[in-house]
């Protein structure tokens, strides 16, 4: 009768060697190739280490169980013929039975994922927290709790956004070379997210350079507005003054505007246009800044054609261009005209902003200062 276990051969002096047959080995790879292979994916598609740990011992028990029952067949079969085997089998089927039992348990006492999502929430761990919140909605749990992921998923991913805001805040301010403004938005970033990705590292940098260059090195170059006001797209104005934008509310206002004819400085017909600008006392309500608004001034006369007479830029008078919450300061601009004035000219004048002076708080809100002119005075 052929043995299962093992295959037989004769040598050249005519006597029987016996081989070994290694099923058992190849059993022992292949299953425990399997088991690598799981525990492997298990690390791909774990959310983080507990959903690790909560897998592999899941996994565990899978693996053990089929094993405890192959080694209590085993056991019956040669309980009362091998007594050597009998030893092994039982080893093996206790060993079986205390791994599956500790991995079960294990598992058992980890914690449910939407208590383990609604932990990672409370810690500010939001991006953890979505990805179980993800599962459980893609789950099919009960319909209350995969509502309520649904809702905690929208706050996790709006506090998100907004640690988001405030590091793209703090990066146009490290640019800038405002260096505590931006140490303050990243810190600010970092309460909202501890976990946003280089966070730590960017208040680092930004502490260092304050300490060595000073706080806000750039702060006089330029003006800061705060994401409070608006400035909406408008049309109508010249071309070449590019894209236009005006501020609600208007920070400024034109008064005393007197439009003259005449030779003020070389011979030949001029126009000059001059006035007052007074601040509002709402500049301060919109402006990150003590030194004020730094002000362009533009002016055009059109005919009844809407053709363009006369054109000029300017500052305002005085040591400086900035005007404050209050003040008043005079303007004035003169330049060559080619016609007399006539009936139905019109003329515009406007206070402004250039883009290349302004620190955008919010790069991504289209209602920032971000065109060519940002008029604040028409």
């Known amino acids: 009768m052929k043995d299962t276990d093992s295959i037989t051969s004769l040598n050249e002096g005519g006597s029987r060697v ?15 190739a399997a088991f690598v292979i799981a525990v492997v994916a298990n690390v791909f598609a774990a959310i983080d280490f507990m959903d690790f740990l909560y897998g592999f011992f899941i996994i565990t028990t899978i693996f053990c169980i089929p094993l405890l029952i192959l080694f209590l067949i085993l056991l019956i079969l040669n309980i009362k013929k091998h007594k050597r ?14 791994i599956s039992l500790l991995a079960f348990t294990s598992g058992s006492l980890i914690k449910d994922q939407f208590i383990r999502a609604n932990e990672n929430f409370e810690n500010k761990n939001y991006g953890i927290a979505i990805e179980y919140y993800d599962h459980i909605i893609k789950a099919d749990r009960e319909e209350d709790i995969a509502e309520s992921a649904k809702v905690s998923k929208a706050k996790a991913l709006e506090e998100i956004t907004k640690a988001e805001v405030f590091k793209s805040n703090a990066d146009i301010f490290f640019k800038y070379k405002l260096y505590s403004r931006a140490e303050n938005e990243y810190k600010k970033a970092y309460e909202t997210y501890p976990y946003l990705k280089g966070i730590n590292k960017d208040i680092k940098n930004a502490s260092a350079m304050k300490e060595q260059y000073g706080e806000n090195i750039g702060e006089l170059d330029y003006v800061l507005f705060k994401d409070s006001i608006k400035f909406l797209d408008v049309a109508g104005f010249p071309n070449n003054w590019g894209k236009v934008k005006i501020s609600d509310p208007l920070l400024a206002e034109f008064k005393n505007i007197k439009l003259e004819e005449g030779s003020f400085f070389e011979a030949g017909i001029e126009m000059r246009l001059s006035g007052i600008l007074t ?12 030194e004020g608004l730094f002000v362009f001034i533009s002016a055009y006369l059109v005919d009844a054609d809407g053709n363009i007479k006369w054109a000029k830029d300017g500052y305002l008078k005085g040591d400086t261009p900035f005007i404050k919450p209050g003040q008043t300061k005079e303007f004035s601009l003169i330049s060559f005209i080619p016609g007399p004035l006539e009936k139905g000219d019109n003329f515009y004048i406007a206070a402004y902003i250039k883009r290349s002076l302004i620190v955008l708080i919010n790069p991504a809100n289209p209602e920032s200062p971000d065109a060519d002119k940002n008029i604040f005075a028409l």
């Open 18 to 32: 016996f081989f070994k047959r290694p099923l058992s080995l190849v059993f022992i790879c292949i299953y425990g």
């Open 279 to 290: 601040g509002s006392n709402e500049i301060a309500d919109y402006l990150d800044s003590s």
């Open 85 to 98: 085997r009998t030893r092994g089998f039982s080893i093996g089927a206790a060993a079986c039975l205390v």
